[in-house]
C-alpha cells in the first residue's frame, strides 16, 4: 500500500513540531509633556531574539515549518546577526527525515484498527478528507496521531493558499540549514528526527482520538488562519493566543507537556551552554519560544537579558 511520500515529508515538517520603526522628534517645550515615541514595530514574520549573559550571547529564532522563508523574515539586521555567527542549531536534521520511516512508527498492531478506534461517524469524515491522500487500507492501519498531523497541514495549505498563495513550498528550517552550509557554519541538532517521532507515542491513545475529531472541525481551520495570520503579523501576543489557547490545553495535556514544555526543559541547558560560548545562532518553532513556560520567558527566569530584534 503506497502514500504520497512528498506530503509525507511535509508532514514530517508540521509534526516535528508544528509564529519597527521609532520616530524621534525633537520636543518643543510645553507645558504638557511631549507624547512619547509610538513603540518599536515588530517586522513581520521576524521572530528573533538576543540572549545576552555575563559571557557571552546567542540569538533565538522562532521558525514556522511551512509557508514562510528564511529569506523572506530576515531584515538587514538580522542578516548581519546570522551570518556573524559561528554555530547554527536547529531542532533536528529533518532534511534527512524519511516518510516511510515516519508511516512505520504510525503503525498500529496487528490487530488494532483506526476504523474501530474513532467509530463510523468520524472514520467517514476522516476518509472523506484523507482519502485520496492515504488510502483507507493504509489509513486503517495508521495511529491517530499521524492523520491529526495530515489533517493539520491540510488546514495549514488552505489558510496559506488563502493568505500567501503560492507559499506552500517555502521551508524556512531547511532554508536556513542550506544557508549556513553555504557559509561554511558548524550545523548541530538538539534530537534525531527518530527521537521527534517517538514522542509522538508518548501521548495515550484517548488524546490522540481527542486531537483527530478535533482536528476534523472548523475550528481547526480558523486557529490555522489565526497562526499563521499572527505569524505574518509579527504579532507576539497574538500567536501566543493562537498557540496556547486553554481549551486546547485542556483537550491535549500530553501534547503540550511531552512534545513543548518536556523538550523546552531539555534545550534549556544546551542554550545555556550556548550562550555563554558566544556565537550561536538557534532556530527552533516559534511555539517554543513564547508562552509563560517557553524557552524565552524561562531564560530571563535565570537572569539573562532577552532583548527581541524588532527591525
Known amino acids: 500500500m503506497s502514500v504520497r511520500l512528498t506530503r509525507l515529508r511535509l508532514a514530517c515538517f508540521v509534526a516535528l513540531s508544528l509564529l519597527g520603526l521609532t520616530a524621534c522628534r525633537t520636543a518643543v517645550p510645553s507645558a504638557r509633556p511631549a507624547p512619547a515615541p509610538p513603540p518599536p514595530r515588530p517586522t513581520p514574520g521576524l521572530f528573533l531574539y538576543e540572549v545576552q549573559s555575563a559571557a557571552g550571547t546567542a540569538h533565538l529564532l522562532g521558525t514556522i515549518h511551512l509557508g514562510f522563508g528564511f529569506d523572506e523574515v530576515l531584515t538587514p539586521d538580522a542578516r548581519r546577526r546570522f551570518e ?7 531542532e533536528a536534521d529533518i532534511g534527512s527525515a524519511d516518510p516511510e520511516t515516519l508511516v512505520q512508527a504510525a503503525l498500529l498492531p496487528p490487530e488494532r484498527s483506526l476504523r474501530k478506534i474513532v467509530g463510523p461517524d468520524t472514520w467517514q469524515k476522516l476518509v472523506a478528507r484523507l482519502g485520496k491522500q ?3 487500507p493504509m489509513l486503517e492501519r495508521l ?5 491529526a498531523v495530515m489533517l493539520g497541514m491540510q488546514d495549514l495549505e488552505e489558510a ?3 493568505l500567501k498563495p503560492g507559499a506552500q513550498t517555502r ?3 531547511l532554508e536556513l540549514t542550506k544557508q549556513a552550509t553555504a557559509l561554511g557554519k558548524s550545523i548541530s541538532h538538539f534530537e534525531t528526527v527518530a527521537e521527534q517521532i517517538a514522542l509522538f507515542d508518548t501521548i495515550t491513545l484517548e488524546e490522540q482520538v481527542r486531537e483527530l475529531a478535533q482536528e476534523l472541525t472548523g475550528e481547526s481551520s480558523d486557529n490555522a488562519r489565526s497562526l499563521l495570520t499572527a505569524f505574518a503579523a509579527g504579532d507576539e501576543q497574538a500567536l501566543a493566543r ?4 486553554e481549551e486546547q490545553q ?18 534549556l541547558p544546551v542554550i545555556e551552554r550556548e550562550t555563554t560560548r558566544g556565537g550561536a545562532f538557534i532556530a527552533v518553532g516559534a511555539a517554543h519560544l513564547l508562552g509563560p513556560r517557553g524557552i524565552v520567558e524561562e531564560l530571563r527566569k535565570r537572569g539573562y537579558r532577552v532583548t527581541r530584534v524588532m527591525q
Open 160 to 162: 496559506l493558499a488563502e
Open 242 to 245: 493562537a498557540l496556547f489557547d
Open 143 to 147: 495511529e491517530p496521531w499521524l492523520p
Open 134 to 136: 492515504i488510502p483507507p
Open 171 to 173: 521551508l524556512m528550517d
Open 250 to 267: 485542556t483537550l491535549a495535556p500530553g501534547f503540550y507537556e511531552r512534545v513543548l514544555y518536556g523538550r523546552n526543559e531539555r534545550w
Open 84 to 90: 556573524a555567527s559561528e554555530r547554527v542549531m536547529t
